[in-house]
């Protein structure tokens, strides 16, 4: 998969339009990956998404987030409503009302967080994009695009982002064997605590 990052990274690709062209000079196994951390202000990057996967081009993700610049921060955390959006895009370009099969990696950098917490809060607002993302009616959607209800289209996709879908979460956790709040279960545990004491002996 070749990277898009920042036109100053010399040794890298500016854009996914240069990523994409490469893809295709390389041959039907190169794939692009989108890092949704290294886009201009304001870039679309759904729509990116969209028309990769339109063009069986789209090999996964770095998930992480911007603010200033590259930032690499926690996946969702300033832009929740544009990772709901990735996931619905990800849902239209899958199969049997799943995200299409690419590869999902983190790619953060914490400075000032807990590394291990940090990427726990990643995984569970990576889950919880994705299932709001799920409970959208996309039959009802798909009638609202052909008559051209903007504003019923964006209520009801408002409506799917503004699903607290917390509790179904946890009982799939539950049911898999897992803790029902990830982050709350590495506290308890002590882990952290044991590798301070264990590093500082």
């Not at 202000?41 to 770095?62: C, K, S």
């Not at 400075?111 to 039959?139: D, G, P, T």
């Amino acid at each position: 998969m070749t990277n898009i990052q920042p036109a100053f990274y010399h040794t890298d690709l500016a854009d996914w339009g240069a990523s994409y062209t490469t893809c295709q000079a390389l041959g039907k196994q190169a794939k692009v990956l989108v890092d949704t951390g290294h886009h201009a202000p304001g870039t679309n990057i759904e729509y990116i998404v969209a028309w990769l996967l339109d063009l069986n081009a789209l090999g996964g993700f770095h998930f992480n987030c911007r603010k200033y610049a590259d930032d690499d921060l926690l996946v969702g955390s300033s832009q929740p409503f544009e990772l709901f959006s990735i996931f619905h895009e990800l849902i239209n370009g899958g199969a049997a009302g799943r995200a299409a099969k690419v590869a999902y990696m983190l790619d953060q950098s914490h400075n000032i967080e807990n590394k291990i917490e940090a990427i726990i809060i990643s995984v569970m607002n990576v889950q919880s994009a994705y299932a709001k993302a799920l409970c959208i009616n996309r039959a009802e959607l798909a009638k609202m695009q052909q008559a051209g209800d903007v504003m019923g289209t964006h209520r009801l996709l408002h409506e799917a982002f503004e699903t607290d879908v917390r509790p179904l979460l946890a009982v799939m956790r539950e049911e898999q064997g897992l803790p029902a709040d990830p982050f709350h279960a590495f506290r308890e545990d002590g882990h952290k605590a044991r590798i301070i004491a264990e590093r500082t002996k």
